[in-house]
DNA sequence: AGACGCATGCAAATGGATTTGTGAATGCAT
DNA sequence: ATGCATTCACAAATCCATTTGCATGCGTCT
């Protein structure tokens, strides 16, 4: 691998007119820039960027910080946030918390102090509710931008209006006449799951629609919790027995209608169905859900303009806080 | 942030010892040992990563050259690649070599040759059946193991039992009692798609059932050409009309089985579905699919394995080249 | 007592690129 | 022709950690 030196001899010039070559190209006269760009070519030399890294403080790269890029929500997320970050010239390091077996409690804040020994040019955190994880957030002193809900505004955050998706898929199923409804949440430790709880049974309410916390049940976000609770509706009968069901997430909607299928329950006929978010995948479930939210890549790419604009000092207030609004989108299912 | 010299003041000794102290502890005494691990601890010390790499020569970075992380197949050995590196402290940057709207026949050489600028210690790079690929991977001077189909030698590869799997699938279908059956396969690019083609008919041949290739559909392994597939069996009738129909993938049997559902053809009444392919995300779907595969992590792990020993000279003979082999799982699909 | 070996700690060289400060050369105006 | 302002190129310092080779001191063996 040849470096600056070879690259400087072979042109007969001096190392640091090579190097202004590559980074201050109008300081050096044409003839010569040409000459030494000739060299670089022949050689095939590009600058090695641990040593770029050690003289100027940055390493190019951000580390993103997610739950399991298993779940989809995150696989789309990630996959946003790194098309962005290579349009800057950025690699990103993505780091799953939640490993299997391990404590996911206690793992954010380890990941979180490991990072700071990374030296990473930028943080982006994936929303995953650590309690003690915002103290920690403020001692960083690493340009961070949080996805999710945060309720100090320790750093810029974005999140995605859970609240108002909730809201959209309780007025749907109000308006589509249902008098009887219940839900299926998100863990309480997720802020995002209270909120979309909470913005459906506000429209609920706002629709004169009767609601008890008994038609809560209270999920993981994972498949198997969303099995559960088919399991638990079918328990329920008479005056009990809901027509529809808002389920709080994607991966748990895939165990309810798993479910569903394996009882020989109907959707939409038996019972509707309607969940809060929106991913790519949905296209090919079926029954097609009717859904609120929006395409998690929108919340990464808003993340990523957020932590460049940070990072190239296009902004430096205080900590900014940005929501992306939901879209109700209507299906065979509820 | 402290330095390695800072530390060395503070412990009132040479920056040599607290080189020694982290890194080969042994060589220094007890007592100073101590003192120095504890001027170590008081200012919060670790070593800068990037003047250490530029010292060693060793990053600590593998790159994983993937299509798209979008793909389940590629999320799973994704996240099990990466547990598996972190284990021996190694980071992973992931590249998707199918950037929306890239031209991917040239993506993949590109990034190869992007990639030996960032000096990784080691590549993983997926299946995807580039043109010139497997020459410019003999040009690489990184340790490498190439997952999938390598037609030459190059480097060490580890691949699914592709044939063997498709020849499960069409032995069970035989079976079955199954006369006339059609299969939806990858391109043609993709070794992987023509060996599970190649196994699905030699089981076919080897239990005299008539198969022609009139009956293959060409796919992309992507869920709108699964769509496009159900809808050519739709136009299948009279002694054309298929009783079963094997997919090469994951994605183009969601397209399939949508499409299906949209039609109301039922499954397995209708048409049985077998496919290729295992991953956690078909326990939830619907009908549960008969299907020949192995979880893609375990193609990972072994990929990491081999890269480790290569790593840390473990292993230096010629490349090596292993199999995993398919396990056929029945459901009521097929 | 002298020679030798071992344990221990340090100074200095090394890795590769960026950047500051300085001197030389050129251009322009007087 | 002289003085001043630019432009241009370079030497050397810097970023931080690792490692080689050397110096010191202590104990042991002959």
Redesign the pocket.
Known sequence: ????????ERA?????????V???A????K???EKVQAAIDELG????????S????RTNLIAMLIPDIGNPFYTEMVKAAQAALEEAGLDALIYNTDVPGGNWQTHGRDYLRQLSRKRVDGLLVGDFALHGITEELLKLDTPTVFIGHLANQAVDSVKIDDFGGGYMVGEHLARQGHKHVVQVTGPELFESAMARADGFEQALKDNKIRFSRKQRYLGSYLPPSGREAAQWIATLSGDDRPSAVFVGNYLMAMGLLAEFHDQGVRVPKDIAVAIFGDLPQLEYVRPNLTRAGENPGALARRAVEMLLDRLNGKFDGPPRTEVIPCALRIFESA
Chains 1, 2 share one sequence.
């Open positions: 691998m040849s470096t600056i030196s070879k690259v400087a007969g010039v001096s190392r640091t007119t090579v190097s202004h590559i980074n201050h109008n300081r050096v006269s003839p010569l820039r030399y590009s600058p090695n960027p641990q040593a770029k050690l003289r100027t403080g």
